[in-house]
């Protein structure tokens, strides 16, 4: 069967799964919460990333479904994990473009509130410079929509995109994700550590909450928490855990 043939019969199956990476407080390390990383895990082949099965939902549009399923998974998972450590924690999901331009979006939200009990606050959804400027009267109406709802807008893989900062006054953005590419080489790297000063300042200036992703060294975290960054994910402080871990993680640390 085709990529596309298995991954529809997979939806159907359950073979998909999330796991959770926590963000931690750059300074206490506390956990404050969790991004939600797809996984499919595929009878005879283990895991499959989501780098390669993303893109494939994306061109064939099983990812309003999937998304669907990821969303509502999320919330739930996060309300047991508040359970389990007995504070607030927020979750981080990644929403794709053809998730951002669908009509039914934002009802895939409200049906994954009002099923888990989540407060629309503690839902972080992680979008791309790209997609708010593919169409932004579109992005406007619909973050207008989640704003109303107290939801948070992330922009994932901040840096990286070909857009001027202007979406940053335009839209209401409560967080920025430093892509992992201006991370890797603190705090060696002259330049890295020029761009992330400017980041971490610029969003200091905005108000807005920074965590820096794919930390994998203490001087990098020791360089971030020294420079105001509010958050870290990386393989330092967790990698994407199955459930389970997750909530000995979180037990521990209680
Ligand atoms: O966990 P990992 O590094 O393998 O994820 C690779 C990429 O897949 C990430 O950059 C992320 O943007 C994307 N991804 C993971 N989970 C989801 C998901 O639930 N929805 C969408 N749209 N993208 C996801
Ligand atoms: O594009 P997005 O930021 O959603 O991608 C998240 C991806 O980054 C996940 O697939 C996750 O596995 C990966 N990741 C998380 N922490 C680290 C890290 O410390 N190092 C590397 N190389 N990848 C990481
Ligand atoms: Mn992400
Ligand atoms: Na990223």
Redesign the pocket.
């Known amino acids: 069967v085709s990529m596309e043939a298995a991954m529809f019969q997979a939806v159907r199956d359950g073979e998909f799964l999330l796991h959770y990476q926590p963000i931690v407080d750059a300074r206490t390390r506390q956990i404050m919460g969790f991004e939600?990383?797809?996984r499919w895990n595929r009878p005879g082949q283990g895991m499959v990333?989501?780098?390669q099965f993303?893109p494939m939902a994306e061109s064939n549009g099983l990812?309003n479904l999937l998304?669907a399923w990821?969303m509502k998974a999320a919330c739930v998972q996060i309300k047991r994990f508040e359970e389990i450590a007995g504070r607030p924690l927020y979750v981080s999901?990644?929403?794709?473009p053809r998730?951002f331009r669908n009509d039914q979006f934002i009802d895939v939200v409200d049906e994954a509130l009002a099923l888990s009990g989540l407060d629309g606050e503690k839902l972080l959804l992680e979008i791309t410079e790209g997609i708010l400027m593919a169409d932004p009267e579109h992005a406007e109406s619909l973050l207008t929509a989640m704003t109303a709802r107290r939801l948070k807008i992330a922009i994932?893989d901040f840096g990286t995109g070909y857009s001027s900062l202007a979406y940053l006054k335009r839209f209401p953005i409560a967080t920025l994700k430093i892509d992992r590419a201006f991370i890797k080489d603190l705090p060696s790297s002259v330049k890295d550590v020029a761009i992330c000063n400017v980041m971490l300042s610029l969003a200091s200036h905005l108000n807005l909450n920074t965590v820096a992703e794919g930390v994998e060294k203490e001087e990098q975290m020791d360089f971030l928490a020294a420079h105001g960054c509010s958050m870290i994910q990386g393989f330092l402080t967790g990698r994407?855990l199955m459930p389970s871990d997750a909530a000995a993680l979180l037990k521990a640390q209680a």
């Open positions: 939600a990383l797809m990333s989501p780098a993303i990812i998304g990821a999901v990644n929403v794709s998730q994932d994407p």
